[in-house]
């Protein structure tokens, strides 16, 4: 009787509410237990799906509980008529979260639809399996380059903002319309002004942005887009009450019962199916990135199941920074992993609040547990019906938030709580078309993701500015501010050619320096921001070495020799440089055998020494490439020779004769004897430092091409040689 009482109750407050157009307080309303949901009840679904941004309603039909082979979560069975299915193709993707509520109670989100099953009919995931994932552990977030004062920065934002306008206000002619401040978080601009296509113009370089709370890049920190403010929809019901608030505790599995093929109204029914016939409602929005990026991308996310669409000029742009933003239950709101030139989000629908915390999707997003994803607003602009499927396209304008857990249940988040950003600077020139383009992105800091985003989202980069993928040259100058390197930057500069899509190869090394970052097995790393750069040109900029020539016959240990080395451009005349080469102090008498070669090339030795260990079941490790620290193996990455440098160093020379190895032996060990007495009068030169012993002995100079082949050289050692 009490509960009876308690619904009606609910239902009064909920349609005077409606009535008088006044928002219910963002507090977690009552739930209806999945063991009291029964079929033939009557729900009711909240959801957007135009750009007024209005939280409109469709009526549902409860036929029962729907329980799945491979998954944790049991469904709830609904069906809609009329509208829902007929006029906008049912639930679409960008629909997930939507609440379903009975007599005022939330029962859950809709999230998902049955393969080949009619629009009229999907599921929604119970709310109790939801609410858990507000009380799940949140360890991300944690390394922080900055911290701000959010409270702070927010009221200097809004003094600010109401300096701008008064002084606009002031200067308007009289009569002029005065621009009014969108409220946050809000989904009133007027559909006319959304720029869907804007990839012909490359945005304005902007100046990083500034830290957030909790680490976050306070996002832009831009000035929200001043449009007419409009009253804000009526919310879905939600009861005040404190009373059965939340239910954490999931409920007893039901027993399976045989697969059922088809579903009646008013009779309970449950069914038993594999999850892989279950179509759950999203997809991944990026914009920026074109069709190769894409491709790429889609293969990082083919295990999560997710289908990338391309939405360029609907993802992207200078978000700005909401620090009062405010959701409601229906209302859209994304989940991006970056945004800005380059774009990746995923346009869902609130299920439930609870002061700053939010419950979404009613299903996985990426799956990975806690996680440091942004939380945006989203302007809906449409709904896009299929043959087979239909798409809520959205935008998302404004960073208003962190989604921290991202389960089978669905995504949760804290509004007002950012999270830690990677901005990602990329500028390239383009020689051949004579024009430099800019392009910006934030990255939300996630380890799994970094490394690829910053590699693809330049690579795109060099795509849209060539405009071309054919044979081409770039030099790719990279810069990760990080404390994973002393000195607090991990730089690098290579040159690449290819005859078809250059870029596929030019930011491998990017991808590998964010791979050793991201994957420290001692500590998680800052990365405060990555900032490439990129000459490129569509003409073929390789040269051939032809001779190496020393400037003595003879030369003594420790001594510096100069080789005039010859080198024969692509189509171009022949040209010479100078490279000093240093011969070691402790090098013996006789012919010391040299290789001349590009930076890229590996000796024959060592690309025998790899073949065999790739051809070895498990290869060997030694103690010293276990025990590399993540700084030694960026420190070897940044000072390997680049393709475009000319390295002179030993190499194997020819096979020696069996007089020529006993020779070597017997001056070994003489040379072995002459230390031995050295130390013990005290006469032996000083130990160098490990670092330093394990240098290899070259000589490097950079050059303007990509150097193709190897040649070799000898000099002849001699202590006495003048």
Known sequence: ???????????????????????VAAA????????EVTAGMEGTLYTVVDPSGDIVSFDAEILGVYQTDGSSLPYIIARSEGAFADTDGGLMQGMSGSPVYVDGLLIGAASATLSNMNPHTFLITPIEYMLPLWDMP???????????????????????????????????????????GASAGSADKPAETIRLLDMARPKQDKEAPAQGEKGGVGIGDEPAEEGETSDKPATPPENTADEEKRATENPAAEEESPAISEQKSGAETKAAVSRAGIDLRSAVFVSGFDKEARFMLQKKLDPMGLHVIAANGLGGGSYSTAYDAALEPGAAVGAALAYGDFAMTAIGTVTAVDDNRILAFGHEFLHRGNVNYFMTDARILGMVNGVSDGQKLGIGTQVIGRFNQDRE?????????????????????????????TYTSAIAYDEDFLPVLTAVASYSALGRTMDHKSKGTVKVHFAVRTNAMTGGIVERTNMYYAENDVGQIAFGELAQAMNLICSDTEREADVYDVKVKVESEGERRTASLLTAIPDKPEVRPGETVNFKVTLKPYREDKITVTIPFNVPEEQPDGPLHLEVHGGGLALLENLLAALQAANEAEPAVSDEDRAMTTENRLRDLVEAPANNEIVIEPGPGPVPTEEEQEKAIREAIRRQEELAAAAEDGTAPKRKPDDEKKKPLQAKLATDYVIDNHISATLEINKKAK
């Open 28 to 35: 977690m309303p009552d739930i209806l237990p999945l063991a």
């Open 1 to 23: 009787m009490y509960k009876s009482m308690k619904r009606i109750l609910t239902v009064l407050t909920v349609s005077v509410s409606l009535y008088l157009n006044s928002p």
């Open 138 to 180: 949140d360890t991300k977030n944690r390394r922080r380059p900055a911290v701000i004062d959010i409270k702070k920065a927010a009221e200097e934002h809004a003094k600010a903002e109401a300096e701008r306008r008064a002084k606009e206000e002031a200067a308007a002619p009289d009569g002029a319309e005065k621009s009014g």
């Open 409 to 437: 249940a669905g995504i949760a988040g804290i509004v007002g709580s950012f999270p830690m950003v990677v901005p990602l600077k990329v500028t390239v020139a383009d020689k051949t078309l004579r024009q430099d383009r």
